[in-house]
C-alpha cells in the first residue's frame, strides 16, 4: 500500500504541475484568472472545506457528544458557504479585487486593510496545521510506524507545496476537482463495506439511537444554549471574511457561478459529512471493544484502526485515498490563501512598486516560507486535537472582521471609525474574557461579536474623529442593499 500512495502522491503533484502552465501572472495565480466554470467552483469549494477535521476530527466529536457536538462543524461550516453564496458572492464579485482584504482597504482605508489581513493570516496558522498533523499521522500509519509523525509531516507538506507553489489557484482548482472524485468514491465505497460488516445500516443506526447521538439541541439552560449558539457561528461567520473562500469566489467565470458555487458546494458539504460519521459509528459495532479503548486514548484513531485492522487491502487503499484527498486539497488551498493576502496586503505596503513577474515570483516564495511556519506550528502543537484546531482558527477573524464586512456591504453609515472601534472593541472582549478565566463563564467569541457590534454602531454614529479612508465609488457600490 505505500507504494501506492507514493504512486498516488506523484500523479497529483504532475497533474498540479502541468496546471500550472496556465499560470501567466498575479491574476492566474490568485484567482485562476476569473474563468473557473460553475462546476469546478463547486468541486474547489466542496473539497477545500472538505479537510482532515471532517474525515478524522468530526467523527471523533460525534461518537463523544452525538450531532450537537458537531454544530460547528460541518453544520457551521457548511452554513457558512451557503451564506457566502446568497449574500456575499454577488456583490464582492462585481467588485474585480484580487483578495478580500482589498475590500476593507476600499471601503475603510489602510489601516483597516492592515488589521484584517493580519487576522486572516493568523487564522490560517490553526487550520493549515490541522492538515499538516494529519498527514503527519497518515504517513505514520502506512509505514507502521517507523515514521515518525513529525517526518510524515514535512513529507506531506512537501508533496502539497510543490505545486501549490508553481501552479496557484490553477493547480489546487485542478487537483481539488480530481480529489474531490477520490474523495466521494473513495468514502461512499467504503460506507458500503463497513454497513455490510456491521449486518446493515439499521444496525449502526440503531446503536447511535441507542446512544443519543442524534441529539441536536443542548438542554435549554441559558450556559448550554449560549454555548451552542457561540459554537454554531464560529466558523458559520467566522470563515466568511476569509481569503479562501473570496478566492472561490473572484475564480469563478460569471456571477451565476460565483453565487451557486459556494452554495452548492456547501450543501454536499453537510449532508457528504455523515458518511465519515456513519463509518465510525460503525467502528462500534464491528469492534466494540477496541474501539471503546481508542475513544479512551484518542477518538481520532477509530476510523484509521478499523481500516486498517478489519478491512482488506482495497478498502484500506480507498480510505487513505480518500484521506489524502481531504486534506491535501484543503491543505493546498489555505497554504495559498494567506500568502495571497500577505502580498497582495502587506508587502504592498513596504513595496508598493513591483512588476507583476516580481510580484508572483513574491507570492511564491511567500508561499514557502507561509509552509515552513506552518509546518514548525504543528509539531510545536500537534497534542491538540484536529478539531480544536480548526476551531480556535475561526474565532479571529469572527471577532476582528466579520462585522465589518458585513455592515460595509449592508449599512451605508459604516465609516472607518466605526470599523476601527468594531474591531479593537471585539478583539479586547475576546481577547479578555480569556486572559480574565471568564470564557467558561460566557463563550469568548461571542462576546467578542457583541462588542464588534457595539463598537461599528456606535464609532459610525458618533462626531467622526478619524478621517474616512475608503473610496467613495466603491462605498456607494458596497453599500447597496
Known sequence: MPVLVIA??????????????????TSDYAVAGRSLPLFMIITTTFATWFGSEIVLGVPAKFVEGGLGAVVEDPFGAGMCLILVGLFFAAKLYKLNLMTISDYYRE???????ILCSLFIIVSYLGWVAAQVTALGLVFNLLSGGSLSIEAGMAIGVASVLIYTVFGGMWSVAITDFI???????????????ASDMAGGAGQVIELATSRDMFRFFPPPTFHDMVFFFAAAITMMLGSIPQQDVFQRVMSANSVRAATWGPVIGGSLYIVFAFVPMFLVTSALVIMPTEAASLLADDPQKVLPALVMTQMPL?????????????????ASATMLAPSVTFVENIWHQFVP?????HELLTMRITVLVFSLCVLAYAIVYRERSIYEMVSAAYQVTLVGSFVPLVFGLYWKRATSQGALLSIALGMLAWIGLMVLGLDEAFPAQLAGVIGALIGMWAGSLAPQWIKPGGVTAVNHLQAQP
Open 353 to 357: 512598486k513591483q512588476s507583476d513577474r
Open 8 to 25: 498516488y502522491l506523484v500523479v497529483t503533484i504532475c497533474i498540479g504541475l502541468v496546471a500550472a502552465r496556465r499560470v501567466k501572472g
Open 179 to 193: 480529489q474531490m472524485i477520490i474523495l466521494v468514491v473513495g468514502l461512499m465505497a467504503l460506507a458500503v463495506f
Open 314 to 330: 482495497v478498502m484500506q487503499v480507498l480510505f487513505f485515498g480518500a484521506l489524502l484527498s481531504a486534506i491535501k486539497s484543503c
Open 107 to 113: 471601503r475603510y482605508g489602510r489601516t483597516v486593510e
